[in-house]
């Protein structure tokens, strides 16, 4: 079976969709896969890499590293792959595509829908599933109606903000129903980008401004004072396992890009020191967020712990980080799924769904 490993892209967070794929690359079933990475590039050219059948993870490093310096140059072609063409998926039967793409452009929706259209299996979640579960106002709205817990939040759209007589009432409408500190965040964007807290009126006036410049849509929530942060990992199609919870152990108290990503920083604490009712809350709720979105294959979920012991929902990922060094995996590896046979896993139910879907009426 043909394995279609796609990364890298538009989003901003491109170097970790590859240091995921790199992890995978050197961890996948060379038996069962012929692995054929197509590689996205900053400014969104599809290209297509070599045929692997063993892993060679230090070369594919390599010409990963090298296809990502070349996505800096402002020529569209190079030798250091072929353009992609799409065509080359539709209506194939042996293959499964695995879009290991964090953030816009991939966990989305937008990636999904054109695998749908194609016709192919994919690995993850569906097209709503995707867009819902990327939208932090869209979410929240799909949490509400299942009972999740979640923090009080107010939505603000461009649309009245606008108007400057309405965003000072909006203002006056944070100010009043939740107080300070709160968080606030582009509805759209993720990975911390569009993401600040304002601790004061006057700071939510400059929080509101940034948040805009990302997105039309704006979420502000209420903050937890001295939030611990969980994680769940979700594995399944229909019926989803909870792995264990982790917690992020951090220096300080906002989790921001740099320090997820870039001077590691943050301590994946496994297992969180929880209670078994708090293990048992999360891991509950995990499964309520992946099914009220309608999400498949693969979610992590993340919580706040307030210092009262209450968890809450923060947001759902559906296509988590995916290194070896990840959360996502981790927190499997400590529930006796090792990180190979997670990536088989995966696989699997990507193409079950893919066949279950061909069972109902509408898609036969
Ligand atoms: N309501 C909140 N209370 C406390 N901390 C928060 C709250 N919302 C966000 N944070 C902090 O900001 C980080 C990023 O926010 P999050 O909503 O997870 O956005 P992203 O999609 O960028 O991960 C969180 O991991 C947490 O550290
Ligand atoms: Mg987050």
């Given amino acids: 079976m043909k394995l279609y490993l796609m990364y890298g892209g538009r989003t901003v967070e491109h170097d970790v969709t590859v240091m995921s794929t790199r992890s995978a690359l050197s961890a996948v079933d060379y ?39 070349a996505a800096w140059r402002p020529e569209p072609e190079h030798s250091l792959g072929t353009k992609f063409d799409f065509a080359e998926l539709a209506g194939q039967k042996d293959c499964v595509v695995f879009p290991m793409i964090h953030g816009t452009w991939g966990e989305d929706g937008t990636i999904q829908g054109l695998l749908e259209v194609l016709d192919v299996p994919y690995v993850g979640s569906g097209i709503c599933a995707s867009a819902v579960g990327m939208d932090k106002i869209m979410a929240k709205i799909v949490f509400d109606e299942y009972q999740i817990p979640q923090v ?64 039309d849509r704006v979420v502000v929530e209420k903050a937890v004072p001295k939030a611990r942060e969980l994680a769940v990992s979700l594995l399944g199609n229909d019926d989803p396992k909870a792995s264990i919870a982790g917690e992020i152990g951090k220096k300080q108290d906002f989790y921001d890009y740099e320090s997820k990503f870039i001077d590691g920083s943050t301590k994946l604490i496994i297992p969180a020191p929880i209670t078994a009712e708090q293990l048992a809350e999360v891991q509950k709720y995990a499964v309520m967020a992946f099914n009220a979105v309608g999400a498949a294959g693969l979610t992590r979920a993340d919580f706040f712990l307030d210092q009262a012991g209450q968890v809450w929902l923060n947001e759902i990922q559906t296509m988590p980080g995916f290194t070896q060094f990840s959360m996502y995996p981790f927190l499997w590896q400590a529930s006796g799924v090792p990180y190979p046979e997670l990536i088989d896993q995966l696989i699997q139910l990507g193409l079950e769904r893919y066949a279950s879907k061909k069972q109902t009426v509408a898609n036969k």
């Fill in 31 to 69: 038996q069962k896969y012929e692995v054929i990475p197509i590689y996205i590039t900053r400014q969104g050219l599809f290209l297509k890499g070599l045929t692997l059948t063993a892993p060679v993870a230090a070369e594919t490093a390599l010409k990963l590293d090298a296809a990502e310096q």
């Fill in 152 to 215: 009080p939040y107010l939505s603000v759209l461009a649309v009245h903000y606008r108007d400057a007589n309405k965003a000072a009432e909006i203002r006056e409408q944070i100010a009043t129903e939740m107080g300070f500190p709160v968080y606030v965040k582009a509805a759209n964007a993720g990975s911390s980008i569009g993401v600040s807290k304002a601790e004061s009126s006057e700071e939510l006036v400059g929080c509101l401004a940034d948040a805009f410049t990302y997105d």
